[in-house]
């Protein structure tokens, strides 16, 4: 006798339910293994799935551990165990994947105002095609948001927007490593026994316990390194630097050359996390840059002459709107907005 959809998902997460019933196995594999299973799904995912479901903090390695301990009672049948073994290993990952990406569509579309999202979810990149493991899980912020992740050693990250992190399934084992596309902040626990690493693009960079920025997003020139507290190490090319407080380290990418900015004010490179963005006698290059990162929004420069322009403000929990009315008002530049598209021109 099957149970529900809804009963079945939530004994296969219940982290204090170790072994499925008979009826669980029944509905799931009525739900993968038949036609009219498969539409059920669908139609119950798409209408109940992420309103029903508590996704946060499911811990994948016993969830699979689970499905695949209750084959082993069968196997005095030597023909049955590795055909039952696989058929839940196919309904696990069939199963999970819809949950973590309907999951994160969710949160995308949530109406927070900040545009902050929780970081206890990831979606899985790539399996382990024989134990129907993840091998590691990809943190995505869309654009326009911030995603807030704590890992498990207790370190906490702060992904800008469009940016992804991604961490392996053995992090903390053996080593603390993640790799970086697009803007970070760490804040590291320190652990004097194993470092953490962030390989972003051409460096990396090596940490104890500290508190750091990078950004690494792969369509820009250079890869920047600013600390905060602590001390890091940036390497490439078999070089190392060691950074100390209130330095900024830029890697530039063409030519495989540093540079080293020293005693600068750090505020700006943690305030985007809670929603404050800082400028700085910035040019327009680098404003635009970080508007578009940070408000999902494409701006297209009219005329070449507004690059000469520089920028200094601190705005907090501003609409897009709000900054380029600010910025009209303080330069000869005008701005049209339509949708996520932004046209700016030179004022006459």
Request: glycine content about 4%; aromatic content about 10%.
């Amino acid at each position: 006798m099957r149970v529900s959809i809804e009963n079945a998902i939530k004994q296969l997460l219940d982290e204090n339910v170790e072994i499925l019933s008979a009826e669980v196995k029944e509905t799931l594999s009525f739900l993968f293994d038949t036609d009219e299973g498969k539409e059920c799904f669908n139609d119950w995912f798409q209408d109940n799935s992420i309103n029903s479901v508590e996704i946060n903090g499911v811990d994948f390695e016993k969830m699979y551990s689970k499905i695949g301990g209750h084959v082993k009672g069968r196997e005095r049948n030597p023909v049955f165990p590795f055909v039952y073994m696989r058929k839940f290993q196919k309904i696990a990952a069939l199963f999970i994947i819809p949950l973590v990406i309907g999951a994160v569509t969710f949160l995308y579309y949530s109406q927070k105002s900040n545009r902050e999202l929780s970081g206890e979810l990831a979606a899985i990149t790539n399996y382990d095609t024989y134990k129907v493991l993840p091998l590691n899980l990809e943190y995505v912020s869309p654009p326009g948001a911030r995603l807030k992740i704590l890992l498990s050693d207790s370190t906490e990250v702060c992904l800008n927007g469009n940016s992804k992190l991604f961490v392996s399934r053995d992090f903390g084992r053996k080593e603390r490593k993640v790799k970086l596309d697009g803007e970070a902040f760490f804040d590291v626990r320190r652990n004097e026994n194993q470092k953490f690493i962030v390989e972003a693009g051409e460096i990396d960079v090596v940490a104890l316990g500290t508190s750091f920025y990078v950004q690494a997003y792969p369509s820009e020139k250079t890869i920047e390194t600013v600390l905060l507290s602590g001390k890091v190490a940036v390497e490439y090319n078999d070089q190392q630097i060691i950074l100390e407080p209130n330095q900024k380290h830029t890697y530039i990418k063409d030519n495989n050359k540093e540079k080293l900015n020293k005693n600068i004010d750090t505020k700006r490179y943690k305030a985007w996390t809670e929603g404050e963005l800082i400028f700085e006698n910035d040019t327009m290059e680098e404003i635009i840059r970080r508007l578009e990162h940070f408000y999902n929004v494409v701006i297209i420069v009219e005329n070449p002459e507004i690059y000469t322009y520089g920028f200094t403000a601190s705005l907090a929990d501003c609409s897009i709107e709000q900054i380029m009315e600010y910025i009209k008002l303080s330069s000869p530049i005008a701005y049209k907005i339509n949708k996520n598209e932004i046209r700016l021109s030179s004022r006459k």
